[in-house]
């Protein structure tokens, strides 16, 4: 039969329940072994509206929890972490890392006990960083399950010598971030695991430190030093230590007869060698004592932590016989799943992807095993050898894996020492008030309104145009941009029909609000939430349209960086503002004003990352295009070969002038602005050989001139220049001559005289060849072209444009 979920029968869990959904209360969730924190862990994550990531501060946890271990998906340093100080390459987080921290509303923690301040301040860094957002965690809730009074956080001494300035103690309480922000304890009373009231109550004065002598002479009548397990009783032994459990289950394994069978696990992907859940080579035999490492959850015939003996063994499979069962239970191997976290392309919800497995007979041997690993599991009988205690609380952990007090035996006495609980832990517990039902429901409504204020300031995004608005300013002459002239309307817009209005209606929208009624359950609210909707999304459309219709271009890195990054986080903001004034029109709810929030940020993120960080622009006062790309690879490629930033070749100004002036000469690009003798001289030549045939490509004649002509005169200058290149030409010198005397590139020659072949008056021999001449017509012929660009890049450099425009006069 099914059982019953847990947050159904128990009201503290049912008051946890309300909290994670319904609030963003941080939330400690803590009580007795036993008490079925895991249970509703597992129903949490199966039933939360929430975007949750499961974590736990070490691997066998995180793969009981079924989510990942906190390190990992935070990438933490393992040593100690100082508040303040810098986290080691957070720069390695993925664009989908980085969307999934940004658009996460929950963070569980489980294991909460064994976590160290230092590293949950660690957790706080990240979180801040990626999700830009000063809160504590970066505005995160989060939900931490654990039972101080069982294991501890491990704190070397070495590591303790650095902390200890900044913390109390090594607890995760005593957290920075943590104790920045208000947070609840609530404190599960209700005991599942075990039955018996006697021992329930001496487990309770173990936990709370109260052991009087009475109760710790009814806890020693269970030492038996000598005791042996009778044949069908499966004890299990609690040890302190791994070398202490191994050697007993090796010693035990070796006592029975036959050499057993080995099973190998088949492990694919990416599985870490200490998450492993069992052992990767297991060796059984009949007879052998094991305990079972998972739940059956489909059949429910065992569960984690459940012994019995071998009957039965084959390659294939393993029988077992469990204590008072008259059925044996056949195992074939089975998989565990190492996951990751991701977000799904097309919800963009956080999903749990499976990046690895592992393979085998859920089973380990069980005459023994430690204390630490067994946390959490349930054992009918269990002999306890805790005389090498080292941590608080390792007695308690191992009293309270037991169902029964008459199935407890002890290896060694314990004395009171042995059981005493930290002092600041018993100092924390004693602190801690528990919520009641009107305060969740005030926290319920206090969530509410701060999500409606939220929703409604404007704040970031203003200051967000400003930082872009003074970009633009001071870096003008360094940018090129379209629509950057409407910027200071937009602006002024923003100040006065949004940001203005949104301070008004802050006021209002607090004076709306019941004290004691839910905003989502306020129908005149949310009439107000609606029509405010729809006045504040009309107001941003023009914001919306100005940005999407923006772009820019430079060649200075550092302002490319810092401006791109600029325009993205306007960009997000406006989508978040968008999507939580259309929640509003949709009628407010917190888990709906959370998932479009959510989604809004992740898909402006895709959007920014699909693109590239600077868009191409078409620039209005750009007149010759084409000829501006060939100069921008011109420049790239000797940026290249001379191993300097692309403006350090040229400043993409200069080429913006060269594309729009078609300098011919050497004297017309020295005139154009920050031109300077020591550019014409290194690359003088070469930016006029490109003006030259984009030219002879476009039927253009390049500029002459040093100043801005009249169209006369510029006409007439360009008459001369030919007559002059012709008569140099009939006088016997050469092209490359003529370009040298006139301080031209041969290209500007070869398009003055192409005018005095289509006159008659020079014949195409004497400037072409007859071989290349033929060459160029059949090209033409064969590719049906006469496009100068297209026969260039068939023949090759050792073809000129004008040879390849004169050849095509005949």
């Not at 929430?50 to 995180?62: C, L, S, Y």
Request: glycine content about 6%; hydrophobic content about 40%.
């Amino acid at each position: 039969m099914a059982q019953t979920p847990v947050s159904t029968i128990n009201e503290p869990l049912q008051l946890a329940r309300e909290l994670l959904e319904h609030t963003g209360r941080n939330l400690f969730l803590t009580g007795k072994a036993g008490t079925g924190k895991t249970s509703f862990l597992r129903e949490l994550k199966q039933h939360s509206p929430k975007r949750m990531v499961v974590t736990a501060p070490t691997g066998v946890a995180a793969v009981n929890a079924g989510g990942v271990t906190l390190h990992s998906f935070f990438q933490l340093p393992f040593g100690p972490w100082l508040p303040g100080s810098s986290l080691v390459q957070p720069q390695r987080f993925s664009q989908e890392k980085i969307n999934l921290l940004r658009s996460l509303n929950l963070l569980v923690i489980d294991e909460i006990s064994m976590v160290r301040a230092d590293t949950l301040d660690a957790v706080d860094a990240v979180l801040r960083r990626y999700r830009r957002n000063n809160q504590p965690f970066g505005g995160v809730q989060l939900l931490m399950i654990g039972d101080l009074h069982q294991l501890a956080p491990v704190v070397k001494a070495q590591d303790w010598e650095l902390l200890k300035s900044s913390y109390d103690n090594g607890y995760f309480f005593s957290s920075k971030a943590l104790q920045q922000t208000p947070w609840l304890t609530i404190e599960l009373q209700r005991v599942y695991r075990q039955s018996d009231p006697r021992f329930i109550e001496l487990l309770n004065k173990v936990r709370d430190n109260q052991l009087d002598e009475a109760t710790l002479a009814l806890l020693n009548s269970r030492y038996q030093p000598d005791f042996q397990p009778a044949s069908g009783e499966d004890y299990i032994t609690l040890t302190t230590h791994n070398h202490s459990a191994d050697a007993i289950n090796e010693q035990q394994l070796a006592r029975l007869p036959g050499p057993g069978l080995e099973f190998t696990a088949v492990i694919e992907g990416d599985y870490p060698s200490q998450n492993y859940p069992v052992a990767e080579t297991l060796l059984l035999k009949v007879g052998a004592q094991v305990m079972f490492m998972r739940n059956d959850n489909a059949e429910q015939r065992y569960y984690n932590g459940k012994t019995g003996v071998i009957t039965q063994l084959d390659k294939e499979s393993v029988s077992v016989r469990c204590p008072g069962e008259a059925q044996d239970i056949q195992l074939s191997p089975v998989s565990w799943e190492n996951i990751k976290y991701g977000l799904d392309k097309a919800s963009g919800a956080i999903q749990e992807q499976v990046i690895g497995s592992f393979k085998q007979i859920p089973l380990r041997l069980a005459w023994a095993v430690t204390i630490h690993k067994s946390q959490g599991l349930t054992f009918e009988r269990a002999i306890i050898d805790g005389e090498a205690a080292f941590s608080h609380g390792q007695i308690y952990v191992a009293l309270s894996r037991c169902k029964r007090f008459d199935g407890l035996v002890l290896k060694t006495p314990l004395s009171a020492r042995s059981v005493l609980t930290d002092q600041a832990v018993s100092q924390f517990s004693r602190e801690q008030a528990l919520p009641d039902q009107a305060q969740v429901q005030q926290a319920k409504i206090d969530y509410q309104q701060a999500l409606l204020l939220d929703a409604f300031d404007f704040s970031q995004l203003g200051h967000q145009l400003r930082s872009l608005s003074t970009l633009l300013h001071q870096q003008q002459s360094l940018i090129r941009s379209s629509s950057a002239d409407q910027l200071a309307a937009i602006r002024q817009r923003l100040d006065t029909e949004v940001l203005a209005v949104a301070s008004s209606f802050e006021r209002q929208l607090k004076s709306l609000f019941h004290p004691q009624q839910e905003p989502q359950q306020q129908a005149p609210l949310l009439e107000r939430l609606n029509k405010a909707g729809d006045y504040f999304k009309d107001k941003l459309s023009a914001l919306q349209a100005w940005l999407d219709a923006f772009a820019f271009d430079t060649d200075n890195q550092a302002i490319r960086k810092q401006l791109t990054k600029t325009i993205e986080q306007l960009r997000q903001q406006l989508a978040i503002k968008q999507a939580a004034l259309h929640c509003m029109q949709q009628g407010f709810t917190s888990s709906h004003y959370l998932d479009a929030v959510a989604r809004a940020q992740i898909d402006t993120s895709n959007q920014n990352a699909a693109k590239k960080a600077v868009a191409k622009i078409e620039l209005d006062d750009l007149q010759h295009p084409e000829l501006f790309e060939a100069l921008k690879r011109w420049r790239a490629d000797k940026a290249s070969s001379e191993q300097v930033a692309h403006f350090r070749v040229l400043h993409q100004q200069v080429l913006l002038h060269i594309a729009n002036a078609l300098p011919g000469n050497k004297p017309a690009l020295l005139a154009l602005p920050k031109v300077g003798p020591a550019t014409v001289e290194k690359y003088g030549d070469a930016l006029l050989q490109l003006v030259a045939d984009y030219c002879q490509q476009q039927d253009l004649q390049p500029n002459l001139a040093t100043a801005n002509p009249t169209k006369a005169t510029a006409r007439s200058n360009k008459v001369d220049s030919r007559l002059e290149s012709f008569t140099l030409f009939k006088q016997g010198l050469s092209l490359e001559q003529i370009a040298e005397r006139r301080g031209l590139v041969r290209g500007t020659i070869e398009n003055h005289l192409a005018h005095y072949v289509a006159q008659g008056e020079l014949e195409l021999t004497e400037l072409v060849s007859a071989d290349k001449l033929a060459a160029v017509r059949q090209a033409a012929e064969r590719l049906g072209a006469d496009s100068l660009k297209v026969l260039k890049e068939e023949l090759g450099e050792q073809y000129s444009y004008g040879e390849i425009k004169l050849a095509l006069l005949a």
